[in-house]
């Protein structure tokens, strides 16, 4: 069955320094991986996705993340962070012929002044 | 740039209560879902649907939860006697192929 494990619950760092949001999945065939952002009260926004094709996908405001399928890992790095990164970013999984989408639990992001 | 929709934003009942949820994907999106969030915790799936059947649900979503698509704009999630613990927000959401979920505001289900 497939899974996501986002280990570390909260991450608090200061501005303008990097950071790491990991995720791990466990399944058998192939998959589609996704980070989800939702700041306070809201929906949840697509920040990037793999699909196929090149491991390293950005979003349009600096995060990145690189699909390693050795170590079934998904993790998400922005070099420096902004106040306003402030926010829980989710993890997703979808397994290729499927309709479900498994989500972790989340990482809960504060930048610090 | 289109969006998904979601009404009510909140939704105050009493337990055993039928409520209705609503939706309104993206236009031209051929996929639909149900998720809720019970405060703190992760999103979870509850339904998808396609081709005016479900495709596949959850442990969740037993016989006390329904989805339609009455007419060709929303979606909606009827809950048939509100628990406690069906508390939570509930998130629609819709994707044109199956890749990329797009999702609503969300509706704050609040069960007294």
């Known amino acids: 069955a497939q899974s996501v494990t986002q280990l570390d619950s909260q991450v608090p760092v200061f501005e303008e320094a990097p950071v790491e949001l990991r995720c791990n999945y466990s399944?058998?065939?192939?998959?589609?991986l996704f980070w989800y952002v939702q700041y306070p009260n809201q929906g949840l926004q697509l920040l990037l996705k793999y699909l196929s094709g090149s491991t390293l996908v950005e979003s349009i405001n600096g995060f990145e993340a690189e699909f390693n399928k050795s170590q079934t890992s998904f993790h998400l790095r922005k070099p420096s962070v902004h106040i306003s990164d402030t926010a829980e970013y989710f993890c997703a999984v979808k397994t290729s012929g499927t309709y479900k989408y498994i989500f972790g639990t989340g990482t809960r992001l504060k930048v610090l002044a | 740039e289109p969006e998904v929709t979601q009404t009510p934003s909140h939704q105050v009942t009493q337990m055993g209560q039928e409520v209705i949820l609503r939706c309104v994907p993206i236009s031209n999106h051929l996929y639909f879902y149900w998720y809720r969030q019970i405060l703190g915790q992760k999103v979870e799936f509850l339904v998808s649907f396609y081709n005016n059947e479900i495709s596949e649900k959850s442990e969740i979503f037993d016989d006390q939860f329904s989805v339609e698509r009455p007419d060709g704009s929303n979606f909606t999630l009827k809950i048939r006697s509100t628990k406690l613990e069906d508390s939570a927000m509930y998130f629609c959401?819709?994707?044109?192929?199956?890749?990329?979920?797009?999702f609503g505001p969300g509706t704050r289900l609040t069960v007294l």
């Open positions: 959401a819709s994707t044109g192929r199956i890749d990329t979920q797009y």
């Open positions: 399944s058998s065939v192939s998959v589609y």
